[in-house]
Every structure is written in structure tokens, then in C-alpha cells.
């Protein structure tokens, strides 16, 4: 029998193809996310394991998948991986770390007009049957002679900040790393600090990893620190924002709009994470503009990240060390 490799969520079938030469392969072709329980059944005598933004792979996981050699993680961001215990049972953890940034670029923009512009607004009211002609309504926030901060200049911000270019905006940045002097001509932006950035920003965009460090550092006393009537925008992961805090900030007025494609509920590895989003911000219509996660949903895009981590998943089983390794369990 092919030693089996389990996929935990829907990917292209060439994806399972080209796993399929060399190993027994477990989809999941539901489009729905399996239980727990149900994946460390399917994975308990699994040698290879192809994760995703849902799942959460912790020492309780390993233990129960004892023959696990890799996990190909179909992702950028690896907090829902316990890395430490993956490298102390000889876990390969593997990511796709070059193929998000862009389409998650476009996606920060497309919020970004969207909220500005009230076009979920627009498209309900066209939809209502009330539409007879142009009237002088829902007027919303242009991006010309705006000032927009990117917190993290890596390789989203870097997508962003390219894409701005034509739209007129005075750009800022802040990060312990600054760009070259060619970079920050090229895209036409301006390192200042943290708190330069908040004070000045007509729209702030943090891009960061989570960590403990960036865990709520959007918080009450950070928002009161941005300049009143702003707007946030937040495509990198759920708890770097704290929802209370700006649905306060909001009710308050401290705030014009937030958009988000990313939410605290997702953030699995966080004992204490809510179970869902902040129900002001469901309800408030007006001020913020959600989407479900698609920052990569972009079926090109998609295909590739799966092939990618069914390399890597390949490269490590063969005993090669995996081009998106991020441990060294053979050391």
C-alpha cells in the first residue's frame, strides 16, 4: 500500500493528481470544513498531512498522528501551527510564503473603495426596485490627497503601497526594518514611527504577523491615539484588532469605517478568542465592509498554493528539506 497523505480542505484535482503518484491521497472535495475529530481519524496513520487556514495543529494533534512526517500548510501565516512541538516529533511544518501577497493586495484595495465609496449601499439599493435615476445620495470618501499608513512594509505592504501608485495619496509606512532609500523613492513613500503614523493617517493598514507583541495592537488606547474620523483596514490577521474596541470606536465616532477580510473568531490558537464577530459590527451596515477571507481567493492563485504545498509535502517525505520549511526537525 502508497503511505497516505490527507488534504483537509477542497483543492484543485490536479493537486490530488500529482499527489496521487506516490501516495495514497484523502481529500476532503466538500468545500466544507471537516471536524477535528473527523481529520485526525482520516490522518491517525497518515505519513503526510496538507493543512489549511482552519485547522490547528497542536502537541494534542501530533500525538494523535504518530507517524506524521510533514505538513504541508497551504498558507502564509503559521500562528494555528505549534512549530515547537511539530520540530520535537521530527514534523516537517511547511508554508507558501510568496503567493498570497498580491492577491491580498488587491483584496486590501477593493475594501478599501468599497467602504469608501458605499458600494454594498449602492448595489442594495439598486437591487430594491427604488432606483428611478441619479439623485444626490450616499456620497461618500475619495482616496485623492488622502494619507494612508501601512504598518509592516513585507511583502503585502510592498503590494499595496505598488498598487496605490496613481491614486494621488500620500503614503507612510512604519517598520523596525526600513525599505532602501531606491524602494521608498520608487513607491513613493515616507518611513515615520509608530505614532506618526497614527496621528497622521486618514487610513491605517496593519500588516504584521501575530504575535504576542501584535495580539490586540489595535486596542482602545491605540485607536484613540489615530486621528478622529479614520479609517481602518485589516487583511492580515484577525487579533491584531481588537473588535470591542472598534465597535466603541465606531459608535463613538473615534472612527469613520472599518474594513476587514480577516476576524479574531479565526484565530484558533488564541484560548481566549471570541466565537464570533463583534455583533455591532455585523449590525452596522454603514461604517464597515466585510468579506469572508478571500484575500488569496483567486482560483490561479489557489491552484498553485496547493501545488506548492504538495511540493513541499513531496521534497519532505523524498528526505529532501522542503523549499517552504519554516523548522529543522532533521536537526
Known amino acids: 500500500m502508497k503511505p497516505k497523505v490527507v488534504i483537509t480542505q477542497w483543492v484543485h484535482l490536479e493537486v490530488i493528481e500529482m499527489l496521487g503518484q506516490e501516495f495514497e491521497v484523502v481529500p476532503n472535495q466538500t468545500r466544507e470544513t471537516l471536524p477535528r475529530a473527523e481529520i485526525l481519524d482520516r490522518a491517525k496513520d497518515a505519513i503526510g498531512l496538507m493543512a489549511f487556514m482552519p485547522d490547528y495543529v497542536d502537541e494534542a494533534f501530533l500525538e494523535a498522528c504518530p507517524n506524521l512526517k510533514v505538513i504541508g500548510a497551504a498558507l502564509k501565516g503559521y500562528d494555528n501551527f505549534k512549530?515547537?512541538?511539530c520540530t520535537r516529533r521530527g514534523v516537517w511544518l511547511?508554508?507558501?510564503p510568496d503567493l498570497l501577497s498580491v492577491p491580498t493586495a488587491e483584496l486590501a484595495l477593493a475594501l478599501l473603495l468599497g467602504l469608501t465609496r458605499r458600494l454594498r449601499e449602492g448595489d442594495r439599493f439598486i437591487r430594491s426596485g427604488n432606483f428611478q435615476g441619479w439623485r444626490p445620495i450616499l456620497y461618500g470618501t475619495g482616496l485623492t490627497g488622502k494619507t494612508l499608513g501601512i504598518i509592516g512594509m513585507g511583502a503585502v505592504g510592498l503590494a499595496l503601497a505598488q498598487r496605490l501608485q496613481g491614486f494621488e495619496m500620500k503614503l507612510l509606512y512604519s517598520d523596525?526594518?526600513?525599505l532602501t532609500a531606491e524602494q521608498e523613492a520608487r513607491l513613493e513613500v515616507q518611513p515615520v514611527s509608530?505614532?506618526?503614523?497614527?496621528a497622521q493617517s486618514d487610513i491605517v493598514v496593519p500588516l504584521v504577523h501575530l504575535?504576542?507583541?501584535?495580539?490586540?495592537?489595535f486596542n482602545e488606547e491605540t485607536i484613540s491615539k489615530m486621528k478622529r474620523g479614520a479609517i481602518l483596514l485589516n487583511v492580515g490577521r484577525g487579533s491584531i484588532v481588537d473588535e470591542a474596541a472598534v465597535a466603541a470606536a465606531l459608535d463613538s465616532g473615534q472612527l469613520a469605517g472599518y474594513a476587514a477580510d480577516v476576524f479574531e473568531m479565526e484565530d484558533w490558537a488564541r484560548v481566549d478568542r471570541p466565537y464570533q464577530i463583534h455583533p455591532f459590527l455585523l449590525a452596522n451596515e454603514t461604517q464597515t465592509f466585510f468579506t469572508p477571507h478571500l484575500g488569496s481567493a483567486v482560483d490561479e492563485v489557489r491552484r498553485e498554493i496547493a501545488l506548492e504545498a504538495a511540493r513541499n509535502i513531496c521534497q519532505a517525505l523524498k528526505g529532501e528539506v522542503p523549499q517552504g520549511a519554516?523548522?529543522?526537525p532533521d536537526l
Do not use: G, Q
Not at 211 to 217: F, P, Q, R, V
Open 194 to 198: 509608530f505614532e506618526e503614523l497614527l
Open 326 to 328: 519554516v523548522n529543522r
Open 211 to 217: 504575535t504576542t507583541e501584535t495580539l490586540h495592537l
Open 94 to 96: 511547511t508554508i507558501v
Open 176 to 178: 523596525l526594518r526600513l
Open 83 to 85: 512549530v515547537e512541538a
